[in-house]
């Protein structure tokens, strides 16, 4: 059996591409690229959480956008009340994160495929009237602390105030979140949502408690929103009810498919569709609304052609050209 | 003892176990009969996916009817299903090892344990492949050594042999005869190859339409003119 601490080649791409995002990326990038390579980096996190649901457990969440708001929420909330590290709120906002998504698991877990898509979508569609009606706090009083007016922004932590080190920071968050991930499909959890995605009634008689496995993935995609949406509210440093929708989580679902869910280049790719390909039309002078019709067309050409998405492809292309060289090298 | 007693399942209006009572004891027990006889029902019953409205089923004491399915399998109850359940992203090594993992012991002594069973099957030199990898024969054997890991008390197989050559159905018969040897495990066998059973068990349950039509040492059973009839009918005059 291979030790439980090895990296793959898949991984050690990703250690390569996390290293060039943190020591090159953000001194190439001017002030409003690194605000949109910032936004798709906090999304890579909560589209991980997501793919990964879906990969592991054939789960579809639609409330991952409204967890992000809800992470989000609670970090402006913890930023503007106490004097926690940055650190201290996004843990305790991606906690509070989990802890909902394990309350909307446990009833929405007696149902699958479509039916748990629906109350997970209704969750988030919930979430959205909460935040369109209450708003994000902004250092105001009361309970909601919403202040009239632009209000305060959030504090980043202090070894990561400026716009470059903050992409790096985010970077780094999302690199530890596709550890975390990593870390439990090598273990027992990972074993069993194997056996479970085959065949619930082989789960159980393999003595893995399919409740309690299906609770435990829905946490950490809860984490993992909770935690994008806290490091989301220190690059924006104010949140808006607009960001959270409902639609927000389809989209961010039909892109996971689109990228590929079975692996992490899938949420990077999903990641870099939502969040860059717009901001590149709007730079090119293309409406960013041609981005719906590119990802409509994208998932068109996953359900049919690719189903496991772009990184999917990309993954068998590589093992395709790594082959064929090692077959020429032999021949030579 | 594997005691079932007076266990009576119903779908709908469909009467699928009709007052099935059978008490197992020997090492290897077989259950035969016609296609919708009720015997993955009955095994459905055992390991907890179906619940009868009456009856009960006991081992040593334990009413397993009171255990969820995964706390049957924490008891020691194994079984493998028609298809076999091999995930196909998992290795050979984890796909054995997923039945183990709630046990508390030391993770070194459940891969020994692992690395043992799956060398008994003949699986060990295949341990790092993924299941998506192995042959429908490979599959059965990785299944198999599932079955036996984990101080199993009762080992039960839905058509083992189901899909496999002669060559592959008696390599898998001769496994399933040393399983009681090797674990102490009751196995329990459900098969349409009456030669595997013949071969392999020592009494058989016969079940048609739902009700126990025959039940006792495994030679006697197939000679028996109900059991007989069952399969291939009889004469009307």
Not at chain 1, 145 to 163: D, F, N, Q, Y
Not at chain 2, 29 to 50: D, E, H, Q, R, Y
Not at chain 2, 227 to 233: F, N, P, Q
């Amino acid at each position: 059996m291979k030790s439980l601490i090895h990296v793959t080649p898949s991984g050690w791409t990703g250690l390569i591409l996390a290293a060039i995002g943190i020591l090159v990326l953000p001194s190439l990038l001017g002030h409003f690229w690194l605000s949109v390579f910032t936004s798709a980096a906090c999304f890579t996190l909560a589209i991980a959480g997501v793919a990964f649901m879906y990969a592991r457990l054939g789960l579809v969440s639609l409330t991952q956008v409204g967890l992000m708001g809800v992470g989000g929420w609670i970090a402006l909330r913890l930023n503007h009340a106490l004097d926690l590290p940055f650190e201290l709120n996004a843990a305790i906002a991606a906690g509070c994160a989990m802890l909902l998504s394990w309350l909307l698991a446990l009833p929405a877990l007696r149902m699958r495929g479509l039916y748990l898509a629906l109350v997970t979508l209704m969750a988030a569609g919930g979430l959205e009237i909460i935040f369109g009606t209450f708003k994000f706090p902004n250092g105001g009083d009361g309970f909601w602390g919403v202040a009239p007016g632009s209000g305060e922004l959030m504090r980043r932590p202090w070894i990561a105030e400026s716009p470059e080190a903050y992409l790096r920071y985010v970077i780094a968050c999302a690199l530890l979140g596709f550890l975390f991930i990593e870390i439990h499909r090598r273990l027992q959890p990972g074993r069993a949502w194997a056996m479970i995605r085959r065949s619930e009634a082989a789960a159980m008689a393999a003595g893995a408690n399919v409740t309690l496995y299906k609770t435990w993935a829905f946490g950490i995609a809860g984490l993992l929103a909770g935690a994008a949406g806290a490091l989301l509210a220190g690059s924006l440093g104010v949140l808006d009810g607009g960001t959270f929708r409902a639609s927000e989580s389809i989209m961010i679902f039909a892109l996971a498919i689109v990228g590929g869910a079975q692996c992490w280049q899938g949420a990077v790719i999903a990641a870099i569709l939502y969040k860059v390909l717009p901001a590149l039309l709007n730079l090119w002078g293309v409406d960013a609304d041609l981005s719906y019709a590119i990802f409509g067309a994208g998932l068109l050409h996953a359900v049919i052609t690719a189903p496991q998405g772009v990184a999917g492809q990309l993954v068998a292309a590589t093992q395709r050209l790594y082959a064929a060289r090692k077959g020429e090298s032999a021949r030579a | 003892m594997l005691e079932i007693s007076n266990v009576s399942v119903k779908f709908g209006g469909v009467v699928a176990l009709d007052d099935v009572s059978a008490n197992f004891d020997k090492p290897v027990s077989g259950i035969i009969g016609p296609n919708g006889a009720g015997k993955t029902t009955l095994m459905n019953v055992i390991s907890g996916f179906v619940r009868p409205i009456s009856g009960s089923v006991t081992r040593d004491g334990q009413d397993l009817l009171r255990l969820s399915p995964h706390h049957r399998a924490h008891w020691g109850l194994r079984r493998s299903f028609q298809t076999e359940e091999i995930a196909d992203d998992l290795t050979v090594f984890e796909n054995v090892l997923v039945q183990i993992d709630h046990s508390q012991t030391a993770a070194r002594a459940k891969w020994d344990e692992v690395e043992k069973m799956l060398d008994l099957v003949g699986m060990a030199a295949r341990a790092d492949k993924i299941g998506a990898e192995l042959t429908g024969f490979e599959r059965r054997l990785t299944d198999v050594a599932k079955c036996l890991v984990g101080k199993p008390r009762v080992v039960m197989f839905d058509e083992p042999a189901g899909g496999m050559s002669t060559e592959e159905s008696r390599l898998l018969g001769a496994l399933i005869r040393r399983i009681n040897g090797i674990t102490s495990a009751q196995v329990l066998i459900i098969d349409h190859d009456v030669e595997l059973i013949r071969e392999v068990c020592i009494e058989t349950l016969v079940l048609d339409f739902g009700r126990r039509i025959a039940f006792g040492p495994t030679a006697d059973v197939l000679e028996d003119p109900k059991v007989k009839a069952a399969y291939i009918g009889t004469e009307e005059i």
